[in-house]
């Protein structure tokens, strides 16, 4: 097959990327309890009044009996 692009997953956990500073990042993976649903929503606010913005990510999983 000519032109078909090919695409590979080395892993299907779930990362944040941190900025370290001076174009320095990180990809960090989320630990197995932020990974059990999906993340749905994100909020970008400053929680600890520190003056930068950290990422708040919400989700939620239904348990269905």
Same mark, same amino acid.
């Given at each position: 097959?000519?032109?078909? &692009?090919?695409?590979?997953?080395?892993?299907? $956990? $779930?990362?944040?990327?941190?900025?370290? !500073?001076? $174009?320095?990042?990180?990809?960090k993976? &989320?630990?197995?309890?932020?990974?059990? !649903?999906?993340? &749905?929503?994100?909020?970008? *606010?400053?929680?600890?009044?520190? !003056?930068?913005?950290?990422? &708040?990510?919400?989700? !939620?999983?239904?348990? *269905?009996?």
């Open positions: 097959m000519q032109h078909v &692009l090919h695409l590979k997953a080395s892993s299907f $956990s $779930s990362y944040y990327i941190k900025n370290n !500073g001076n $174009s320095k990042f990180e990809y993976a &989320l630990s197995s309890q932020a990974q059990i !649903g999906p993340t &749905l929503y994100f909020e970008f *606010l400053d929680v600890n009044k520190y !003056g930068r913005r950290e990422v &708040l990510g919400i989700g !939620g999983f239904i348990w *269905l009996i």
